[in-house]
């Protein structure tokens, strides 16, 4: 009866190791893809301001160039009734 009783415990021991280890997985998958996300969110946020500014400069330039054209050519006056 000893014998029985010892595997019986041993097997459950096993089975505990076992969730366990299964459970350590399961959590070290989700950190490393909460780790993942956060550094994705951050390069997002980092790629939204430079395309912020980049259209920042783009509207700047093509402000300029259109002072630079309206600039140098005559002034129409409207149209007489």
Not at 37 to 48: I, N, P, S, V, Y
Not at 56 to 74: F, N
């Amino acid at each position: 009866m000893g014998l029985r009783n010892q595997w019986g415990q041993t097997g459950i021991a096993v089975l505990a190791l076992l969730v366990a280890l299964v459970a350590l997985g399961l959590s070290v998958y989700t950190y490393v893809q909460v780790t993942q996300r956060a550094d994705r969110q951050t390069e997002l946020t980092k790629l939204q301001e430079l395309v912020e500014r980049g259209r920042q400069e783009m509207a700047d330039a093509l402000k300029r160039l259109e002072e630079q054209i309206r600039g140098s050519q005559p002034r129409e006056s409207p149209p007489r009734q």
